[in-house]
């Protein structure tokens, strides 16, 4: 079969290219993703409830999830709290459970995901309140969940109310999108607040600044740090905030004074009047924009590469002009990373292929081991889609280390093959050398390489997605380079060496043996 090949030239350069063109169209219908996302063990629950909720009502859904959540064997433990949580941040109506799954080893089959979606059945039909459960993310640092985060921004300085309504309409679409399993924000402009309206005029004629009025109310109402103080060992903080008996209403800031320029003390509530109003507990900004951060998770059978992809759709088409989009966390780091790795396989190719044309002392001889590596490039996403890997981080890994290992038996063949045309043998008996000389070491070689990656392949745990990523890539585009490549080597090496002794100085007779010119 190596001898029928390396004598039909066309049929080598036809199977280059078919191997070639499969790995184009593959990698193009894959799903992508920055880390495949991990069974971490871990599940945050986050509760939402109306604006101005009361920690009660918080305390009872949380109660109800939690009572909930222990029906499910495979969780072992559960942990609740009160006043904050991940998409909020901090306010009396937001809520959040922590919820810490069995090992893995006694729940087989059972994945974070399947139970979070049991979760998600049993919990929709509790009235007046927005749960949403996450993963924890695999990589710590960049963000606080699993799945995808961006941030729509306001960048045309429009009224709160407005970029509220212009990001809900804007979610609902992406909702029902079949790739979004839920994209969703705490953010809420419709918290019970009062607006402070200082009486600038009033306050210059008594010789008060409007700046010590706000401090004072922030003192008083808010709170201040003051200093330090040490007992028993330990150190704190000294806050400095009225007592609540006298913040507890409006009416009791007359309680609060402040001192005039004639000396004399009089209340506060001469200089500032009270308005309620509604609005955002607070107000976010990414990149100097008024920003709403959103969460969110892909649908079963999709990747957040897919799921980002239906997101730039529907931002094309329903984010009016002023307004704008930007991921952040792990969705920016996956945004990236596309160029970066197409750099970062030119600069491999590059590099191996100047080091061929110094081993080889030619341009065009280690093109040969270059055009052999498709194969074995095909071979990785021939069996990622196999195993329903996404084209991840280390699938990409495993493209840029099967670049040097496949080079490795390319350049076993041709370097002994080379040899033997040297000491005179026909170009085409020493590519079939060539073939039969190393044949044997590369398939060692390789099958332990292989049997090597078995451990990665059947992982579970921490981890065991992206072990899988590595070696289901790895052994595929090892398999596909060593054994179907064994046949396409011999016959580019016939082409290209071909191809360089027509182009070099050496000569040789009819029966394609070396005449060997000396330079006069």
Not at 2 to 29: D, E, M, N, Q
Not at 103 to 128: A, Q
Not at 165 to 185: D, G, H, W
Not at 496 to 513: S, V, W
Request: with cysteine; hydrophobic share 40%.
């Amino acid at each position: 079969a190596v001898a029928s090949l390396a004598k039909r030239k066309w049929l080598t350069i036809l199977i280059v290219l078919i191997f070639g063109g499969g790995f184009y169209v593959i990698i193009k219908s894959m799903p992508s993703s920055f880390v495949p996302a991990e069974d971490m063990g871990t599940i945050f629950v986050n509760v939402t409830l109306p604006a101005a909720a009361t920690k009660e009502r918080v305390q009872a859904v949380n109660r109800q999830i939690d009572s909930i959540s222990r029906t499910i064997p495979q969780i072992q433990a559960t942990m609740t709290t009160l006043g904050q949580n991940q998409l909020g941040g901090s306010g009396s109506s937001y809520g959040m459970l922590i919820l810490r799954l069995s090992n893995w080893s006694t729940r087989p089959g059972v994945t974070d995901r399947m139970v979070i979606k049991e979760l998600t059945e049993k919990t929709k039909n509790i009235p007046g309140v927005s749960v949403n459960f996450m993963q924890q993310p695999t990589i710590s640092g960049f963000g606080t969940s699993g799945g995808f985060t961006f941030q729509i921004e306001d960048r045309g300085g429009h009224s709160v109310q407005e970029f509220y309504n212009v990001s809900q309409k804007f979610l609902n679409v992406l909702n029902s999108r079949s790739e979004i399993q839920y994209a969703a924000t705490a953010f809420n402009p419709n918290f019970p607040q009062y607006e402070v309206d200082v009486n600038v005029a009033k306050c210059e004629d008594n010789g008060i600044a409007p700046l010590d009025i706000l401090n004072l109310l922030n003192v008083y109402y808010g709170s201040s740090y003051v200093s330090n103080f040490t007992e028993f060992g330990q150190q704190y903080e000294i806050i400095l905030q009225a007592d609540t008996m006298y913040r507890g209403t409006i009416s009791q800031m007359t309680n609060v004074k402040i001192r005039n320029s004639s000396g004399t003390m009089t209340p506060i509530s001469e200089y500032v009047t009270m308005k309620k109003v509604y609005g955002p507990s607070t107000m976010a900004r990414f990149n100097m924009y008024n920003a709403i951060s959103v969460n969110g998770s892909p649908n079963d059978g999709y990747s957040t590469g897919q799921a980002m992809q239906a997101i730039n759709e529907v931002a094309a088409t329903n984010l009016p002009p002023g307004y704008s989009f930007e991921y952040s966390g792990m969705s920016k780091e996956e945004q990236s990373t596309g160029s970066q790795a197409i750099v970062i396989f030119a600069l491999s190719l590059c590099f191996v292929y100047l080091l061929l044309s110094a081993l080889y002392e030619s341009y065009v001889l280690p093109l040969a081991v270059l055009f052999s590596l498709p194969i074995g490039l095909c071979g990785i996403f021939v069996f990622a889609k196999m195993f329903d890997i996404d084209d991840n981080i280390y699938v990409q890994i495993c493209m840029i280390m099967l670049i040097g290992l496949l080079s490795k038996n390319a350049i076993l063949m041709v370097e002994f093959a080379l040899e033997k045309r040297r000491e005179g043998m026909g170009l085409m008996e020493s590519a079939i050398a060539g073939a039969k000389i190393r044949i044997r070491p590369i398939l060692m070689t390789s099958l332990a390489f292989i049997f090597g990656l078995l451990p990665l392949v059947f992982s579970t745990g921490v981890g065991a997605n992206g072990n899988k990523s590595i070696g289901i890539g790895s052994i595929g585009g090892m398999l596909f380079g060593t054994f179907l490549g064994v046949f396409v080597i011999p016959g580019l090496y016939v082409i290209f060496q071909g191809l360089q002794e027509k182009l070099g100085t050496n000569k040789y007779d009819a029966n394609d043996e070396l005449i060997v010119e000396e330079k006069k």
